[in-house]
């Protein structure tokens, strides 16, 4: 097993932690952050809201498992045996696709669809430690599943 691979995996797990924490804080603080633009509809600003803060919470929820799984899988492939390189082999790569899935969606759909009633100041702060943070365990993903699915004998 390759140090870079385990360090790859450590960066995606600790990406995927401050996901996690900069996504709970997000959902904790969002209804400070939101104001409503005029609708005919009344309750269509605070549905928008409460959903926003839901699917953050769901996200922070999910970071937070994915990061578990992630840390365990490093702890399975420094044990001997290979049963646990391809648990982290399998792991990294199903993060990696999921993580880019996710990232191309929330930006295909802040560009496209109606106008949101329910506007959120989210301070440039969060949104950059957020992005970071996925920046981060994108590239802790690429990396240990470039190392580990090089099929070269080690030295």
């Known amino acids: 097993?390759?140090?870079?691979a385990l360090?790859?995996?450590c960066v995606l797990a600790v990406g995927l932690a401050a996901l996690a924490a900069g996504l709970y804080y997000d959902q904790?603080?969002?209804?400070q952050w939101t104001h409503f633009a005029q609708s005919s509809?009344?309750?269509r600003g605070p549905v928008e809201?409460?959903?926003a803060r839901i699917f953050t919470l769901l996200g922070a929820i999910t970071a937070a498992f994915a990061a578990a799984i992630a840390g365990g899988s490093v702890v399975l492939a420094v044990l001997?045996?290979?049963?646990?390189?391809w648990v982290l082999r399998l792991t990294s790569v199903l993060l990696l696709v999921l993580m880019l899935l996710v990232a191309a969606a929330l930006l295909v759909g802040s560009l496209t669809g109606d106008a949101p009633v329910a506007i959120i100041?989210?301070?440039?702060?969060?949104l950059t430690a957020e992005w970071s943070a996925l920046a981060l365990a994108?590239?802790?993903a690429g990396t240990a599943t470039t190392q580990l699915w090089r099929f070269v004998p080690e030295s």
């Open 1 to 4: 097993m390759r140090r870079s």
């Open 41 to 43: 509809d009344l309750t």
């Open 28 to 31: 904790a603080h969002l209804m």
């Open 121 to 126: 100041d989210t301070p440039w702060w969060l």
């Open 138 to 140: 994108v590239a802790g």
């Open 49 to 51: 809201a409460e959903t």
């Open 80 to 85: 001997p045996g290979r049963t646990g390189v």
């Open 7 to 9: 360090g790859g995996a």
